[in-house]
Nanobody, 124 residues
Framework: VQVVETGGGLVQAGESLRLSCTAS????????MAWFRQAPGKEREWVSC????????VYADFVQGRFTIARDSAKNTLYLQMNSLKPDDTGMYYC??????????????????WGQGTQVTVSS
């Protein structure tokens, strides 16, 4: 299984980015999926997840309505639309995928498949 994130970059505060996550070797059906991030010198933190059972998205408090997680199972792609970006949003963003028919979102962080990350840098 290979998980690949794309879409990161350098933007100014207030701008937007859309991250994408694709995977080879598995399908997205019946899997919880999530986005995490890690800033330099800090621990990894959960950003958002989406439940396979009913498609419900869940967000960390710091998102405050700025981010939207979505999945397109037909394209085997997970998205994170990030608006009104802040310098504190700077970090490496990781896509995480769970095992089929297992519940992770939002209480568990131990997803089974992870990408290498895509860097997001927000300048002030």
């Amino acid at each position: 299984v290979q998980v690949v994130e794309t879409g990161g970059g350098l933007v100014q505060a207030g701008e937007s980015l859309r991250l994408s996550c694709t995977a080879s070797g598995l399908t997205f059906n019946s899997r919880d999926m999530a986005w995490f991030r890690q800033a330099p010198g800090k621990e990894r933190e959960w950003v958002s997840c989406i439940k396979w059972s009913d498609g419900t998205p869940v967000y960390a408090d710091f998102v405050q309505g700025r981010f939207t997680i979505a999945r397109d199972s037909a394209k085997n792609t997970l998205y994170l639309q990030m608006n009104s970006l802040k310098p504190d949003d700077t970090g490496m963003y990781y896509c995480a995928i769970g095992r089929r028919n297992k519940y992770y979102c939002p209480d568990l962080d131990a997803y089974d498949y992870w990408g290498q990350g895509t860097q997001v840098t927000v300048s002030s």
